[in-house]
T-cell receptor
């Protein structure tokens, strides 16, 4: 069974559209994250959720909104997509957000905005 | 100054050789340290944590120098399967939980037969 899964794997869309990426973890973890890896392969934290509460919100445009219906899911909704949003988006989870915990990553969603 | 800096490489190394990577981090509040591995078009996966006392896992040895804010990874007897990007990662733990990891840009390693 896949520990952290994301859908879709690939997403090609036009500028200005609204899209969502879904993430699910079956590890029983309390904390989930969204990361963005840009064309230069730089991986950066976007959001994290602990028990359905947003803990970190880095300087991400408010067009991006994370939504967590329950502890096992953290979806990412993006409004008014821009060319610069093209990247790979990784979901991750960890047990409780403590400092030495391993974070487990999903396979990534490759978003291309045309 | 970038928070976590690494030499992006690529490092081209013959099979069986020993290779070492380094990284430096700028935030002295960083509290936990890791090396993650990322294969091409795949997700990052934890390779090993890096403790102050250093740690070894088979052919891999990681060391931390908090005074110099410097982390290293040594790979001995390199295998073709070691070819990947190695990401230096720090965690600035705030105590409130749910801290994200801060990644370096990665060092690309190519093991040549």
């Amino acid at each position: 069974d896949t520990a952290v899964s994301q859908t879709p794997k690939y997403l090609v869309t036009q500028m200005g559209n609204d899209k969502s990426i879904k993430c699910e973890q079956n590890l029983g973890h309390d904390t989930m994250y969204w990361y963005k890896q840009d064309s230069k392969k730089f991986l950066k934290i976007m959001f994290s959720y602990n028990n359905k509460e947003l803990i970190i919100n880095e300087t991400v445009p408010n067009r991006f909104s994370p939504k967590s219906p329950d502890k096992a899911h953290l979806n990412l909704h993006i409004n008014s997509l821009e060319l610069g949003d093209s990247a790979v988006y990784f979901c991750a989870s960890s047990q409780g957000g403590r400092e030495w915990e391993t974070q487990y990553f999903g396979p990534g969603t490759r978003l291309l905005v045309l | 100054r970038k928070e976590v800096e690494q030499d992006p490489g690529p490092f081209n190394v013959p099979e069986g050789a020993t290779v070492a990577f380094n990284c430096t981090y700028s935030n002295s509040a960083s509290q936990s340290f890791f090396w993650y591995r990322q294969d091409c078009r795949k997700e990052p996966k934890l390779l090993m944590s890096v403790y102050s006392s250093g740690n070894e896992d088979g052919r891999f040895t990681a060391q931390l120098n908090r005074a110099s804010q410097y982390i290293s990874l040594l790979i001995r007897d390199s295998k073709l399967s070691d070819s990947a990007t190695y990401l230096c990662v720090v965690n600035i733990y705030s105590g409130g939980g749910a801290d994200g990891l801060t990644f370096g840009k990665g060092t690309h390693l190519i093991i040549q037969p």
